[in-house]
DNA sequence: GGAATGAATGAAACCGGTTACATTGCTACT
DNA sequence: AGTAGCAATGTAACCGGTTTCATTCATTCC
């Protein structure tokens, strides 16, 4: 089949460790030798195998990604982020799809183990015994999640988390400013960790401001999803809608549009993760970044560093766009686009 | 470190040829030693190293995946699809991001040979003798594109592409039929496949109809891609455009929205791919509907069929919903909203 | 000149599985 | 009873690299 270094030591009539050393640079070759049996090796077309060094080495120059769902752009641009600083490094990825199920989380950790040097979980949405169990194993980077504060973390776990507490203090603040008292959450999948973060800095600033705040949830944290919990939404009482992600905040505004309910006139709508190009949503969306690449970025390095940094952080903030303005039912002028708001 | 095959026959008190055969069920073992070896299996938590395996029987478990772009929701449903039909099957992917560049794209499919099964190269932007080059050395399925007619093709390259003309076709006519003498396309990278489909359709359907058609491109078909691109049409002389995929028709849509030309009443756009969640654009888009899931999932059934199925092909059809319109400056009645539009 | 030093290279073990071939032991047939 | 035939199991080679240890040979120092 392919050619092999037998066959490269052969032609140049070396042993194979001579040809061994000669491509890898691993030890002092001579010059004529190693001249010799690198362009024999290029005559031949020779590359080694990944399989037969990995098995002698110990590793694979391979990483295994999981993530919950690969369609969605949050985790996408985390993926194509970790693909060009690892591919730059030769490095290759492993890809994996969740859907979300646990289960199926723990089979797809079982076939990447031995074939991987590590392995990167984005939301994983596992237990922590479980992530534990698994970076007995090989090293793990748990992005966007967080292992609870007492859990005793093993060698090899790195957690890299977005801070979301400044943005959404910020959004809420944000809403209260603009006159806003009755808002709603729309939150994630019940297992997700940033979901609980979310939660939980929205009650507390919320409770903080005395603004009262709603949550429901979507199980599916996409754009159909966020159409779809709308239904959860109680347009009457609630004059802002804070949305898991920006995926189900568009749904949420394709939805709103659909029922003749004006944004942000008649319903503010923030969303999170400024991962829509700007100008796709219309209008465009209010939203907490906390950038995936970033994320992505993060989790590389953790990956790369031998030292292995334990936790990482990616900073959050609003950014303030077209779909929010003064509350409904307050006569005044908006403060993003100028037009006047009457009862 | 992970527990080997010799410790699970040395705890077993049989030889590792047994212990092979007893847990792969690959030949005759007496059943209470089968039960005893996969006892002891299971009590040392024993599970197989695919390296060790991939190197004896020369099968690795796993596909390479190399696409041009992973954010980009055409492909990420292709890789979505192709990641559920062959994660089922226990096989992994490794995944590659060329960024639409023929180099990278080479390098990529070197790291992968020897540690894949199979390479499903998705819209390569290689020369036909590269790819026929890759397929000498192990299976190939290229999606999203086909090798020139005269190519004498490989054993084992499989071709599964989009049959984009009756789509387009339609579009023309459908055009035609609301009054459009004028159209532009905004046409994808210089050395896209289905661009030129789509740029030969499209011109051979114009000239049939006597319709002017003016080409354009943009070498980034994505959202900021499609709003530059508005700049390359002239939108005085043209009422209709045609965009590479979704992702450019919505950047258009976007740029035209902020240029205050009306979509449709003013100009009608249809995209291509129907990639978007309905209800994400809005107007909501006409689009040619050639969906990159079923391309997934054709990809997957040629890896699988050990025959490789060597050609497939995907239809396409237009699917009418509200970016379309009577053409402008003609007094009449929308075809589609039932709203008067005149001159 | 002889021994110590060290550089270049080769032989062989090893990584963790699979499998061709050899061996053992039992059944069944003549 | 002797042997052919077959099922269960063991031995060892093999996949394609890396690496330890041994060997060879030239240099240098005393």
Redesign the interface.
């Known amino acids: 089949?392919?050619t092999t270094i037998r066959q490269v030591a052969t032609a140049a009539g070396v042993s194979v460790a001579t040809a061994s050393r000669a491509l890898s640079g691993s030890a002092a070759v001579v010059a004529s030798t190693k001249e010799r049996v690198c362009r024999v090796a290029e005559e031949l077309d020779y590359?080694p195998?990944?399989?037969?060094r990995?098995?002698a080495t110990?590793s694979?120059g391979?990483v295994g990604v999981i993530l919950p769902?690969?369609?969605n752009?949050f985790y996408?641009?985390f993926?194509?982020e970790l693909?060009?600083v690892l591919?730059a490094r030769?490095i290759?990825?492993?890809?994996?799809?969740s859907?979300e199920n646990p289960e199926l989380e723990r089979s797809?950790i079982?076939?990447?183990?031995?074939?991987v040097d590590a392995l990167i979980l984005a939301s994983s949405r596992l237990q922590d015994a479980d992530i534990a169990m698994a970076a007995d194993?090989l090293p793990v980077v748990l992005a966007n999640r967080m292992l609870e504060p007492g859990t005793d973390c093993p060698d090899r776990l790195s957690q890299i988390a977005l801070d979301i507490d400044p943005g959404f203090t910020e959004a809420a603040r944000h809403l209260w400013a603009l006159g806003h008292s009755q808002i709603a959450y729309v939150d994630g999948p019940l297992h997700s960790w940033s979901g609980r973060q979310k939660r939980e800095s929205l009650t507390r600033v919320c409770a903080e401001l005395g603004m009262s705040l709603i949550i429901s949830r979507t199980e599916q944290p996409?754009?159909?999803g966020g159409?779809e919990s709308l239904a959860g939404v109680d347009t009457d009482e609630v004059t802002a809608v804070i949305a898991f992600n920006d995926q189900v905040a568009?749904?949420l505004l394709?939805?709103l549009?659909?029922t003749g309910i004006a944004v942000p006139e008649r319903i503010s709508v923030i969303g999170c993760d400024d991962s829509l190009?700007n100008?796709?949503a219309?209008p465009s969306l209010t939203t907490v970044d906390s950038s995936s690449r970033t994320l992505g970025a993060l989790a590389a390095a953790a990956i790369l560093d031998p030292l292995h940094q334990r936790t990482g952080t990616v900073p959050s903030r609003l950014i303030v766009r077209e779909s929010t303005a003064q509350r409904w039912g307050r006569a005044a002028t908006s403060v993003h686009t100028g037009t006047s708001v009457v009862t």
Do not use: K, Y
């Open positions: 089949m392919a590359t195998s990944r399989l037969g990995s098995l110990g694979t391979n769902d690969v369609t752009p996408t641009s993926l194509a693909e060009t591919g030769d290759g990825i492993l890809v994996g799809d859907h797809l079982r076939r990447m183990t031995g074939q194993r996409d754009f159909s159409r568009l749904g394709s939805a549009r659909d190009p100008g796709l219309w």
